[in-house]
Structures are given as C-alpha cells and as structure tokens.
C-alpha cells in the first residue's frame, strides 16, 4: 500500500473495474464494449498510469453526450491488402477501436508474420501500452501510436500543432516480463503539469513555454496559451528529434489513416469544438504487430530478451541504492502491489466518477 | 558554396564517388559493393551529414585490414515467414548488407503490403536515412534502424550500454519533398563533440556525462571515460524515453537479427577489441517498408502528405525570419546546394582519404 496517501483512497481494481463497465453501459454501449473500455482504463489505473484510467471517465462521458464519441459504432474495414488494412472507427471510443483492430492484426500476423491497421475517425484510446501488449498474448512485437489534441510546439515555431503522440512498443521475453516502452514524444505529459498546478508547483525549464513560445516554469503556462515542449526541450539537446518523432506517429495515424491530423485534431475537452474545414475525421491510431517467427525461433528469442534485460537490469548505477529499470519495469511494480491491495485513487477523482455514477444510478462500492 | 570556409575544399561529388568506389575495389569488394558502399557515403556527404561520409573512410579501411569486416561476403537469408526474415551479413559492411536487405524488402512489400529484414552478422551501415529512402524509390514508407558501439549510457545508470542507435523513416509525398526522418535516440552525436573538441569549445550540458556520470560540458568526455546521454538529457525531460528508443532500436537490430547487443556491440574502431563471449555475431540493423496501397490510394496519401507539409512549414515561426522546417528538410537544402556546387570536405578529412588512396593508388581529382 505504498501508494496510499491522505489524498487517495484504495479502491479494488475488481469493483473499479464494474463500475466503469456499468457506466459505459449506462452510457449506451454494449456489453462487449463497456467491458472493453473498462479493461483499457483499468489496465492504465494498475499499472500506474493515473492519468489515463478513471479520471478520463468524466471526459468520455462529456464527449458522448456532445454527440462526439459514438456508443454504437458500426467500425468496419474500409481497405486492405496483405498485411494492411485501415478501419473506419464510425466515431467511436478508441478503447473499443483500437482492440477491434488489434484481433484482426493477429489474424494477419499468424497469416503473413505482420499486421498494421490505420484506424481513422476515432476517438482518445488510453494508454499507447495497452494495445501493443495485446501481441504479448500471442507471442509477437506490439506496435501502437495514436495522435492527440495539439498541446505541443515544433523546432522553431511556437504554435500547438502536434499531440503528446505516444508511441509504445512490447516485446516477449522469457523468464522475464516483457519489455514494455509507452512513451509520450513530449518531453513530458499534460498530467505533469497538472499534478504541479495542484500542489501550486513550479514546473522544470524544457516542459512548456508561454504563448510567446519562451521557456516557462509556470504550471498553468497551458491554460494561458503556452505549449508543451517535444522531446529534447530544447535546440540544442534535440528538440527537433521529438518533433520528429511526435510527426511520424501524426502521420502514420491521422494522414493514412483518413483522420485529421497535426492542428485538426479533435481536442479532448468537450467544451471546445473542432476546427472548421476538418481535413478527415475524428483522430486516429496505428496499430500493429511483428511475428518472431519469421526472424528467429520464438524460444531463442526470448532467451536472448531474457539476457538483454538482465544485463541492463545490472547496470551499474548511478545512484547505489537505486537499481536500473528497463522500460515496462516501473509500470509492472506498481501493477503487481494494485492488483494485490487495490488502487489509491485520487479523492478529487473518486469524488468526480462517483457523480457520474449517480447521475447513472451506477454505485461504486 | 556557403558551406565553404578556410578548413574546407570544394569536391565534386562525383569525383568524389568514383575516388570512394576505387578505394573499396582495391580493398577487395566487389564492383557492385564498391558502387553500393561509396553511395551510401555520397548521400551522407551530399545530405549535410558529414561525420557519416567520406570521413568514415579511414575506419572501414582500418576494419577491414583487421579482419573485421568482409570484403567478399556471401550474404543469405537465413530464415523467414511472410513478410519477415532475418539475413546473416557474413561480416560485410552494411553499406552494402542493409541495400541487399531493402532489395528484398521491396519484393515482399510488394506481394504482401510490407517487409521486414533483421540484419546480422553485420557491421557500420552508415546514415540511417539513406536506407530508409530506398522505399521511396518503390513509393512506400521505408524504415531503417541500427545499433551502434555503445557510448550511451541509460537512465539511472553509468555504463556504456547503447550505441547512438538511429530510427529513419521516409514518406513520400506528391508536390512536396518527402518526409525524412533520421535521428540519433542520443541527445547529441558523438560528432558534435569532436567538432567542439577541435574548437577547443565546451559542450552544452545535457550531451555528456563524465566516467561517474556526473553532468559534464568537457567535449572530450568520452575521452575521459564519459557517456553520451540519451534524448531528453536529464530525468526531469524525459532521458528515459531517449533510453526506451535505444533499447528498441539495440532489441529489433541486436536481440531479434542474431547480432550482439548492449554492450557487446563491436566498437567501430580497429584498435579496440571486441569484448569476448559475445551473444551474437557482428552488429545488426533492422529495414523494411510498408506498402501505402493497403491503407488508401497512393494518389489521395501524397496529397494529405502535401497538405501536412505545407501546414507544418506555415507554422507561426519563434523567430520571424526563421521559418519552421519538417524533418529532411535541412537535409534537402544541403542535397540541392552540393549535387551542384560539390561538396564542401573538411580539410583534415581531406588529407586523411588523400592518404588512403595513395596506398591504394587511387587518386582523387
């Protein structure tokens, strides 16, 4: 229980999990989907990605009700040849999107070694890690990206033109739990800066900028114009890198997908609406998956993965008394000690989902 | 010719390509890996990327006198399914192995919608770029990874673990010059100290570390027993995410081909051995393509690909007579300048190849 704080309160991922689904049901999605965008929000809360898990409930419940995120989608295959395919979302939640696209890139993978889906006209879909490591369960490489509301700048300019736009990657090992990279290509997440605007913070130099696209420590420099910063915070330690970066996972889902793309996208809130003369629909995610297979023997590969995080996971130190990470490993910790002892959920948003819920006549235990 | 200064001279580079082409056919390559290798050089060169061109002549020469690289390799694909497979290199250079791999890559891109090669057995591919636009040339998306000796040292900790390992990605477009993205997953390339270091300049904090990894501005850190840092330079800006990138990059090109990994990569300089009980053989890079066709008309793609451009390039600039770039840019602007008034070599590197070819008795006009 580590976690706990006087600020939370532990909440069993089993009754979380019934909540969330109900109120997805509430909200009129079927069975199937309101359970599988309970388990994408679960997964983000166990895994310790607060940001992404119940505390977007509100935010889902506001875009169905504006009529932007469809509860009853009819997503459908739009184009495909080999290993390719694109899926129309029909404007539904991406917790449903992206899985729906996920079983068929496991059909083509154990057909041809690989899958990739483009899925447009879609919606926020939690956390990038969730949908890469759905290829864990059939022993291949997950792949995911998505684009998000414009929040961050690009090298040398000081408009919001890209998303946080994460990009995650999961890769089987043996003995060892699998590696699992999630990473946003901004040098840090929106939530960051909220967490410091709650405890009235100042934030690091290289996490955002004011309208005037100059460096800021000021918490609140999003909500009076500023930018997020990309990956390298600066020119001169690489900026341009993240930019990069956060571009290529604009243009895998928003431009090829048939989604919008770079400032068209959708914003997240519901009090704000999308642009006029949108260049697609809704925003969108690409997904996908690499068979071992066809490069090496799975059981020899895994092998080798188990000797590469062990090797890293000795790494000498920095710090004697802190041991190295690999990606996935801090995310695992705190799944392992959540789903034993339940998750400490944050009191503002405890408070805030158990109004949704009776505004559902759904309780949370 | 305004890259010409007093420490450089104006080489055509053509001329400069048949010199490089003559130095590998008289270190035993063959006509055809002779022409391959000198034009992954020249697109280094003509690209702006002159740490990756002509200056790594004398470190290839040196490898293969040592026995390191194979001049005369029997490359072969050593396994596959779909559109996945894994060649063992024969200890040739990657200039020559990485083309040999797109080669194929573009066969199955073409039957199946994608391809997919883990190269082994391999040695210094050179810009990581150069084998992602080879994609182009068939108009699809291409994209090329490979690790490196290690420099980099990983979040948390003081060891060289990670090569600069590169990602490129190249999309074609219609009106507009592709999008080219090719970047180091460190915060600076080991080139930018050497430049400093000639200057006798120090380097901005957040590139380097010294021997206990301790933040250094010292551009001869590496010298001294130092790392380079991974993208994002610091805990607070996100260096863990630098280091998620050179994983997956040291984990597709190392774990997945066959190749070492980590650690055991072999240094690119002769005078350092490789280390012993190695897990794989040489180094190892990962290529493959996708297809556009599987996701939407190839005609209806370049055209959002024009629009991304042209929107991103239109930015709101931080300074005004600074326009917003997109990735490759630079590149091109470099590209245009050279093909026409040559290239501008460095005076050092000029006398280094010079020398080169008078012990092979191949002359540089």
Redesign the interface.
């Known amino acids: 229980m580590s976690n706990l704080t006087k600020d939370t309160t532990l909440i069993s991922s089993q009754d979380l999990f019934l909540f969330l689904k109900a109120v997805f049901e509430a909200n009129g999605f079927s069975n199937a989907h309101a359970n599988q965008s309970a388990e994408v929000l679960i997964a983000a809360d166990l895994r310790g990605i607060d940001s992404h898990g119940a505390a977007r409930l509100e935010g889902y419940c506001r875009l169905i009700k504006a009529g932007r995120i469809n509860p009853t989608p009819n997503l459908k295959i739009t184009?495909?040849?080999?290993?390719?395919?694109?899926v129309d979302a029909d404007g539904a939640i991406g917790l449903v999107s992206a899985p729906w696209a996920m079983a068929e890139v496991k059909n083509r993978t154990e057909?041809?070694?690989?899958g990739?889906a483009?899925i447009g006209n879609s919606n926020h879909y939690g956390i990038a890690g969730y949908h890469a490591m759905k290829a864990l369960d059939f022993d291949a490489i997950g792949f995911s990206m998505t684009n998000a509301s414009p929040l961050v700048s690009?090298?040398?300019?000081?408009?919001r033109?890209l998303g946080t736009n994460p990009i995650a990657?999961a890769?089987p090992a043996g003995k060892q739990p699998p590696?699992v990279?999630d990473?946003?290509?901004s040098?840090?997440a929106n939530g960051k800066l909220q967490i410091a605007s709650r405890k009235e913070e100042s934030i690091?130099t290289?996490?955002a900028t004011d309208q005037e696209?100059k460096d800021s420590t000021d918490a609140n420099a999003l909500k009076t114009g500023g930018n997020l910063l990309p990956?390298?915070?600066n020119m001169?330690?690489?900026m341009?890198?993240?930019?990069?970066?956060g571009?290529?996972v604009?243009?895998f889902c928003?431009?090829?997908?048939?989604a919008n793309?770079?400032?068209w996208v959708p914003p997240f809130v519901s009090f704000l609406q999308p642009l006029a003369n949108l260049?697609?629909k809704g925003l969108g995610h690409f997904v996908g998956a690499?068979?071992?297979?066809?490069?090496?023997e799975l059981d020899e590969?895994k092998q080798?993965?188990d000797?590469?995080i062990e090797?890293?996971k000795l790494?000498?130190?920095?710090?004697a008394n802190?041991?190295?990470?690999?990606?996935g490993e801090p995310e695992m910790i705190h799944y392992n000690d959540r789903v034993k002892n339940g998750i400490p959920l944050n009191n503002k948003i405890l408070g805030e989902i158990r109004n949704i819920g009776s505004s559902f006549n759904v309780i949370l235990k």
């Open positions: 184009k495909s040849r080999g290993v390719n395919f694109t057909l041809h070694g690989a990739f483009a690009v090298a040398g300019g000081k408009e033109l990657i890769v590696f990279l990473m946003a290509t040098a840090a690091p290289g996490w696209g990956l390298g915070s001169k330690n690489g341009h890198k993240g930019y990069g970066l571009s290529w604009d243009i928003g431009v090829l997908s048939g793309f770079g400032p260049p697609g690499w068979s071992v297979d066809g490069f090496m590969f080798r993965m000797v590469w090797r890293f790494s000498e130190p920095l710090d802190t041991p190295v990470m690999v990606p």
